[in-house]
């Protein structure tokens, strides 16, 4: 059974656009990697380069809005076209972090849940659209006590998108409305090799990660991979592309989780994730 998660969805609109291409930087001019922009309104996002650049067809007379978890978010609104715009972000002061004494133990903070159907069941995450709106996929985790997270675990079943780049996020849930708050300084990005064979992650965060007590969201997502490649597949036939091209695959864990597309404002329960555990120091 594999069940197909469409990452990054074609611009579902059917009206005038206009072009906006430009660059996002930082108070200093240098660039910013992997900002996400869209236009909520009219389902319309995707993901600037390592570099900062972006290229975008939206509406006129409405706002840009680009949203990276080191910054706060940025707005633009859009009037015509645009061939050189810049767009600078302020950076996102975090509050700064509580430290813990005491007695500390290894533990789970969150488990991948059951593999369905072992390997067998997967969930596929395509970036076949070609136009990146950077969808996070994850789970959901209560902290009861201080945690400081020392492993991040999980599994990519194969991978045949070549210069895959993956991020994970955590996020702290807070409120009635359950608002996604970001605890980290910097999103953890890692390379995902193509490779048929089952590849296996641990990855151990630079910054110190400690948690409050409360709960938490940890995302996967896909950030970018060869545009090269991706331009080659798209320019062929429909008939000429393999079915499990330009997809990567993860073991499917019945576990529930949260479907959250930044660029677009949505985030909707999903049923089943990818199966991330996160493992570390709980305080006593």
């Known amino acids: 059974m594999v069940s197909s998660l469409q990452l990054l969805p074609l611009q579902g609109v059917a009206q005038d656009l206009v072009s906006v291409k430009g660059r996002v930087v930082d108070s200093k001019g240098e660039a910013i990697e992997y900002v996400q922009l869209g236009m909520p309104s009219h389902n319309i996002g995707t993901i600037s380069s390592v570099d900062g650049l972006f290229s975008i067809e939206v509406p006129p007379a409405d ?6 978890v080191s910054y706060r978010v940025g707005k633009h609104p859009v009037t015509g ?61 209560t902290a009861r006590k201080p945690f400081l997270v020392q492993d991040i675990i999980f599994e990519v079943h194969s991978n045949s998108i070549p210069g895959c780049v993956a991020s994970i996020n955590i996020y702290r849930i807070e409120g009635k409305n359950e608002a996604f708050v970001n605890v980290l300084h910097k999103p953890i990005y890692f390379d995902v090799p193509p490779s048929d064979n089952p590849q ?11 948690l ?15 545009k090269k490649a ?55």
């Open 230 to 284: 991706l331009e080659e597949f798209l320019s062929r036939d429909e008939s000429r592309r393999g079915p499990t091209e330009m997809y990567l695959y993860a073991p499917l864990h019945l576990k529930s989780s949260y479907l959250r597309k930044i660029a677009l404002g949505e985030i909707k329960p999903f049923p089943v994730n990818i199966g991330i555990a996160v493992k570390g120091l709980e305080f006593q």
């Open 200 to 210: 296996h992650f641990d990855l151990q965060p630079e910054e110190p990660i400690l």
């Open 81 to 141: 076209p645009e061939d050189d715009l810049t767009i600078v972000l302020e950076d996102n002061e975090l509050p700064p972090a509580v430290s813990f004494g005491g007695d500390t133990k290894e533990k789970f903070l969150l488990k991948p849940g059951g593999k369905i159907l072992g390997d067998k069941a997967l969930i596929g995450c395509s970036i076949a659209s070609g136009t990146f709106i950077g969808s996070e996929l994850g789970s959901s985790a």
């Open 212 to 226: 409050e007590k409360g709960k938490y969201f940890v995302a996967f997502q896909i950030v970018s991979c060869d």
């Open 63 to 68: 706002t840009l809005h680009f949203h990276h």
